[in-house]
């Protein structure tokens, strides 16, 4: 089993039993990282050699992976619903003193969910960049670091330790500052890549300190070991680390305060746009906060900061998906006023989908007269064509065939809770309110639309600078920062070196005029001889007299 | 014959081989002057070896004799070979090991 630490599990515990081991097609479970890494190192290593040939290798491994995730997918719902969770130990990683981490995999429902996701709409991505980037003359670079953000990610998932999440989490940060900068000829896109790197920097703190601070209290990082004992740790530690899990996903997802790098990251290729805002970096955080789960229910602080997180930066306008019925749903049995605020959030949300398919789709043509827009190639259109047709039938499914949340309730172990207000008055509302948004919308730009942007009022200036996102992270991080490492200079520069090398310039201008008594003439060393044992005499005689 | 007296006599003998040692130029002056300064001290203990009835000064000082001539061998050689490169046997003359 894995989780051989030093850590006994506790008892009583019902949803956290031993993995089983990973046995038929589940012994191959790592093929899903090797796959896309063997890609990444081919195509990375291998150098212009394989120029001719490497996209397509790039485009191959991830397709495997793709199949070989819709293999265990079957396969896991071939097994009865309480034992879908296996592992598999790799090789003991780290071993100091009792303290052993293993790189383990595991493969439960919660992982197979963003394990399908990432290989299938990384695949598609990857056939959808061998179009868009036909004509770069990096592009086998291009598919190289999209192999490794595909590894990277399935790593981060399929972890079994916090450790080892951390690992993956760090490679997903490094192939996403490469793929946003990949055009760094452009100024704006490395200066975007810095940003997205650096903002990901601040949450990765968080999730280091949170590692740190599991290791402290619980003595070990593998998440069946830390969840069997979150129950008993006090509530106080509890919520330090739910909140800095917080931040790192914050970091990772995007989420308020910590979003201003997403949209400057629409400087990469268009697709690491997909890969990274829709598809799957954005979800890593997501995932580290459902993994966790344990870790929050024991901290009702902490998951309401998550739930407020959630609604600020739906109001925020950067997250769209299908999550925001789940939002407002956990935001109303958190309090009314929470709820009432992710509600409007919905509304808004509503609103500008619809202004934005208005603009973009209806109305007479705005273009230039010499720019000639034209419709892509197939082998970027097929791509699009299936994960339109996906979005749509998985929602449906979903809808068919029973929700999302009881696939994953051995996972996080959460049951329907019921609420004051009924769910099915409140998904009334919500979708109320979402119509109104959407006629707002059709209302205000059913009109021509205009080929240069109107000025717009106070809110909508706001709004163009994404709510002054920039000067805000500017005032708030950027310039403390700048204050801090001035300091740090100056202590640095000043006291600490002036310390240094004041001492270093004393002893030598001592020297220097020390040196001076090296006369060389040979009466002169016989005075001081003399005049020195004079002294000694002088003072052996004084300190004789009492 | 009090000890005192050759003491003091031997004091006075080392005082004036440093007085020699620090003002003279000459290097055959400044050697005889070390060996009036050693020759004191070989005084003194003989002196005190007297005084105290045993032997002990009296071994030492033909120690000090036997490392004087050592030192002059070896002094003799090097105020030779200063001169034969000077032609001079001034102390003050070779001064280039210096800061």
Redesign the interface.
Known sequence: MIGNGAVVLSEGAPSLEPLAAATGVFAYLWLLIALPLLGAAVLLVGGRRTNRWGPYLGVLTVSLAAVFAIVLVVSLLGLPADDRAVGQTLFEWVFVGGFTVPAALQLDQLSMVFVLLITIVGALIHVYSLGYMEDDPDRRKFFGFLNLFIAAMLLLVLADNYLLLYVGWEGVGLASYLLIGFWQFKPSAAAAAKKAFIMNRVGDVGLSLAIMLIFITFGTVTFDSVFAAAGEANESTLTWIGLLLLLAACGKSAQFPLQAWLLDAMEGPTPVSALIHAATMVTAGVYLIVRSNPIYDGTAFALTAVVIIGIITMFLGAIIGSAKDDIIHAAFEQNIIIGICGVLAAGITGFYMTRMVIMTFFGKPRWPDDAHPHESKPVMTIPLIILGIGSVVTGAALLYWGNIESWLEPVTGIEEKPLAIPTIVLEGITLLIVLIGVSIAIARYRREVPVLAPKGNLLTVAARNSLYDDAINEALVVKPTYVLSDGSIFVDERIIDGTVEGSAHLVGGLGARLRRLQSGFARSYALLMVGGAVMVLVILYLARLP | MSVDNYIILACVLFTLG?IG??VR?NAIV?FMSVELMLNATNLAFVAFARMNGNLDGQVIAFFVMVVAAAEVVVGLAIIVTVYRSRRSAS??E??????
């Not at chain 2, 070779?94 to 800061?99: A, I, M, R, S, T």
């Open positions: 440093a040692v620090l130029r400044v102390i003050d070779p001064n280039l090991l210096k800061y």
